[in-house]
């Protein structure tokens, strides 16, 4: 299999949340401790968390500081290419605290290395954060930094991309939990 780099995006403000939702509990666990336990069981050995918080040095994980603070998911996207020392890198938000190792694998499996970006289609939606990015594309996220423009759907629209479908069994997997109300049903 492919030696790949694995970026979870655990910056955010969690606005909508209350809190840091990488640390929410589920199942005895929290959501990030989920995340990185089906990323030790694929073939990633090289995982990284991009955040300030230093409640996740408890995992034992490289963990990054934003280069450009406060920039959303296109801020992540480009610490994490800026820091990683191979081609591909899978990029996770922090909130699918379901995701399982079967999905990990099937997404490495099915990179397209003629595109810059590999990412997922969760029923009628894409979903640039369950992804994989050629480090090549770090450039272009600077260079809309710079510009201020973070809208991550454009950016990704503008880079020669593959989107692959998920299959529908494992959607629920995926479902992003960014409100309390989301993270009430979860826990049900």
């Known amino acids: 299999m492919k030696h790949i780099s694995a970026y979870i995006l655990a910056g955010g403000k969690s606005s909508r949340m209350g809190s840091d939702k990488g640390l929410l509990p589920l199942n005895e666990t929290t959501f990030i401790e989920h995340i990185v336990k089906a990323l030790q069981g694929s073939s990633i ?41 191979t081609e591909q890198n899978l990029i996770l938000s922090v909130d ?11 997404l490495i499996e099915n990179i397209d290395e003629e595109k810059q970006i590999t990412q997922v ?54 479902q992003n939990i960014n409100t309390k109300e989301d993270y009430q049903n979860l826990i049900k």
């Open 45 to 85: 050995k090289n995982i990284t968390i991009v955040s300030s918080n230093k409640d996740y040095d408890f995992l034992n994980c490289n963990r990054i500081e934003d280069i450009y603070p406060d920039k959303g998911p296109v801020g992540g996207i480009f610490t994490a290419l800026s820091h990683s020392k």
């Open 96 to 106: 699918i605290p379901l995701i399982s190792v079967e999905i990990i694998n099937w």
């Open 121 to 174: 289609k969760i029923l009628d939606k894409t979903s640039p954060l369950v992804a994989v990015y050629n480090k090549n594309t770090a450039s272009i996220f600077e260079e809309n930094l710079i510009k201020n423009q973070l809208k991550l759907m454009k950016i990704v629209e503008n880079i020669p991309n593959k989107t692959i479908e998920v299959p529908e069994n494992w959607c629920k997997f995926l």
